[in-house]
């Protein structure tokens, strides 16, 4: 069975800092990673993917990820956010045998402060 | 992409009472997702739907007090059945996005509050 922590339930910043969510998993299995998104009033969207190759992923808008398989940790960094990066962030795993099934941390509440 | 609706997006609904959830693709699925997201928990999924059968329910969850049906390959609704105030969450459905990309679409969530 696979778990997700994610540490922190809200993160504080200021705009234009450098930020990073922490996201941790336990799994016996190979795994895929994933980062959703969820804007105010707006529902989950996926903001980047591990599946293979390239430990390191990036998303359009500047947030970046490395699969760190010996510490078991996926996190999310951006070195510069902005008042719009202000979300719920949900970091995910799923079996790579049975892709249908996520498992998602507790998320984690960004607020960028101007 | 899919573009999934729900409908209601929020209700308030009194305890013993039962709520009927849409989930509606603008495109045909083989599989459909029910998620619940309690206050401060993550998503948890409840269940999944597959057209021509009996949805599979996970671990705690069973189908007498979320039934859920799924009439055709663009719709499906959960119930929620005899509510409780424990019952008060955000449920999302959602769909694969398929071709070996692993991830999913999720629609907006209905917030239900159970008094």
């Known amino acids: 069975a696979q778990s997700v922590t994610q540490l922190d339930s809200q993160v504080p910043v200021f705009e234009e800092a450098p930020v990073e969510l922490r996201c941790n998993y336990s799994?016996?299995?190979?795994?895929?990673l994933f980062w959703y998104v969820q804007y105010p009033n707006q529902g989950l969207q996926l903001l980047l993917k591990y599946l293979s190759g390239s430990t390191l992923v990036e998303s359009i808008n500047g947030f970046e990820a490395e699969f760190n398989k010996s510490q078991t940790s996926f996190h999310l960094r951006k070195p510069s956010v902005h008042i719009s990066d202000t979300a719920e962030y949900f970091c995910?795993?799923?079996?790579?045998?049975?892709?249908?099934?996520?498992?998602f941390g507790t998320g984690t509440r960004l607020q960028v402060f101007p | 992409s899919a573009v999934i609706s729900q409908k209601p997006s929020r209700d308030i609904c009194q305890r013993g009472t039962s709520l009927t959830i849409q989930c509606q693709v603008d495109?045909?699925?083989?599989?459909m997702f029910w998620y619940r997201q309690q206050p401060g928990q993550s998503l948890t999924l409840i269940a999944t739907?597959?057209?021509?059968?009996?949805?599979?329910?996970e671990s705690g969850f069973v189908i007498d007090k979320f039934p859920i049906s799924r009439p055709n390959l663009t719709f499906s609704t959960l119930t929620v059945s005899n509510m409780s105030p424990e019952d008060s969450s955000i449920y999302l459905c959602?769909?694969?996005?398929?071709?070996?990309?692993?991830?999913?679409?999720f629609g907006p969530g209905t917030r239900l509050t159970v008094t």
């Open positions: 959602s769909v694969p996005t398929g071709s070996g990309s692993y991830e999913q679409y």
């Open positions: 995910a795993v799923s079996d790579q045998r049975n892709t249908d099934k996520l498992i």
């Open positions: 739907a597959n057209q021509g059968s009996e949805a599979t329910y």
């Open positions: 799994s016996s299995v190979s795994v895929y």
């Open positions: 495109s045909q699925v083989t599989m």
